[in-house]
């Protein structure tokens, strides 16, 4: 059965980006397996504010409703999909113009998982720059967008997470029936499971790759403080950090002077040119205090590294201690200790990177095309028994 499906995303098309990625390798693969799918993005939605909470608060849901009342009147659609919670309001136009049509919400990292997991974080590295007006007023909006994660619940037919804990969230929090909700995870890039992997060797897995901006729940400081680590501890390690222009600085005042001369920042790129740079390494760090998956994790696997992570999000699922490690969450001294353990043992590493490729494949993005279309027959099924 071909399903006409709706996608909408506060994010601009471009699958060299996140959450961004993540909705368009979705689209695809869905139409790639037969189905009609229209798209609403960023530049459709529109923005006049430039506070981020304050368009999320005001703008944002307002904007879902418009864009998908305009394309009901166009179109008859199976599924309205939409990112973010803030559709809360879409959800319920959906329903009143179209009563048979399943509402999706699909999550990248549930808000309000989110917040709680960072808050305890974020108390003990005073992380927030901000001015206190600014404080104080983000203060009270919270509570505000916090009503959009309850709302959404509430309206949704089903829910796409991308990991075990975010759906636990949900349930156990929120009150989600288990039945509406569906973890999806992610995939590298088809290019990355078809390219053959270079072979894990002592001169690669010297060679440590960490792929993500400053953000706090990417946790930098605990990077950082591992790098720091190893540059005291091992001779000839070299490291990579791949991020955004702008957080270049934040990242070089984090580093020791000695750890600097031995990491090159290098800045966002192609999926093409980010495969090439996981090839030169063998050991990956991705210490984050919090994700909704993290897609770069499973990237730097299909590409044979050894991948020393947090237990979180996607990794929390995937990782299983023979195709990976992980380590709790801002310990920066189990960061540093298991990657040394994996370098300086060159059979063990050649095993884990063997098993993280095996794995790696075993999620693809035509996989997330079928059960993102399962889940959605599933959610049809339920609207059209009410």
């Known amino acids: 059965m071909t399903l006409k499906v709706l996608m909408m995303s506060d994010t601009p098309a471009d699958p060299n980006r996140g959450a961004a990625g993540t909705e368009v390798q979705t689209l695809n693969a869905l139409r790639a397996l037969g189905h009609e799918v229209d798209s609403v993005w960023s530049e459709d939605l529109g923005r006049r504010i430039g506070h981020g909470n304050l368009?999320?608060?005001?703008?944002?849901?307002?904007?879902?409703?418009?864009e998908a009342v305009k394309a009901l009147r166009r179109n008859v659609y199976d599924?309205?999909?939409?990112?973010?919670?803030?559709?809360?309001?879409?959800?319920?136009?959906?329903?009143?113009?179209?009563?048979?049509?399943?509402?999706?919400?699909?999550?990248?990292?549930?808000?309000?998982?989110?917040e709680e997991?960072?808050?305890?974080?974020?108390?003990?590295?005073?992380?927030?720059?901000?001015?206190?007006?600014?404080?104080?007023?983000?203060?009270?909006?919270?509570?505000?967008?916090?009503?959009?994660?309850?709302?959404?619940?509430?309206?949704?037919?089903?829910?796409i997470v991308s990991s075990s804990l975010d759906a636990r969230f949900l349930h156990e929090r929120l009150g989600v029936p288990r039945e509406r909700i569906a973890v999806i995870a992610q995939a590298a890039p088809d290019s990355y499971l078809r390219n053959d992997v270079p072979a894990m060797d002592a001169q690669r897995l010297r060679r440590v790759l960490h792929v993500a901006q400053a953000a706090f729940f990417k946790a930098p400081m605990i990077t950082a403080a591992a790098i720091n680590r190893l540059t005291a501890a091992e001779g000839g390690l070299r490291f990579t950090w791949v991020c955004d222009r702008s957080s270049e600085t934040t990242i070089r005042t984090l580093l020791t002077g000695e750890a600097n001369e031995r990491t090159e920042v290098r800045h966002w790129t192609t999926q093409d040119a980010l495969r090439d740079i996981y090839d030169q390494h063998g050991t990956f760090l991705f210490p984050s205090f919090f994700e909704g998956f993290g897609k770069a994790f499973i990237?730097?696997?299909?590409?044979?590294?050894?991948?020393?992570?947090?237990?979180?999000g996607g990794m929390h699922d995937i990782i299983d201690g023979r195709n990976g490690i992980l380590v709790p969450p801002g310990d920066a001294g189990a960061l540093a200790d298991a990657a040394t353990a994996i370098i300086r043992d060159l059979e063990s590493a050649y095993t884990m990177s063997a098993a993280a490729t095996r794995t790696a494949r075993e999620y693809t993005w035509e996989r997330v095309g079928r059960e993102t279309a399962g889940f959605y027959r599933v959610c049809m099924n339920a609207r059209t028994a009410v």
């Open 117 to 159: 997991t960072l808050q305890p974080w974020r108390e003990v590295y005073g992380s927030d720059e901000r001015s206190a007006s600014r404080r104080i007023a983000s203060l009270a909006l919270a509570p505000l967008l916090a009503r959009h994660a309850r709302a959404i619940a509430r309206e949704a037919d089903g829910h």
């Open 55 to 66: 368009h999320l608060l005001l703008e944002l849901p307002r904007a879902y409703e418009r």
């Open 299 to 312: 990237e730097a696997m299909s590409r044979g590294l050894c991948v020393i992570a947090s237990d979180t």
């Open 79 to 114: 599924v309205v999909h939409a990112n973010q919670p803030h559709g809360f309001r879409a959800a319920k136009a959906v329903h009143r113009l179209s009563p048979r049509t399943a509402f999706i919400h699909r999550s990248h990292g549930f808000e309000l998982n989110a």
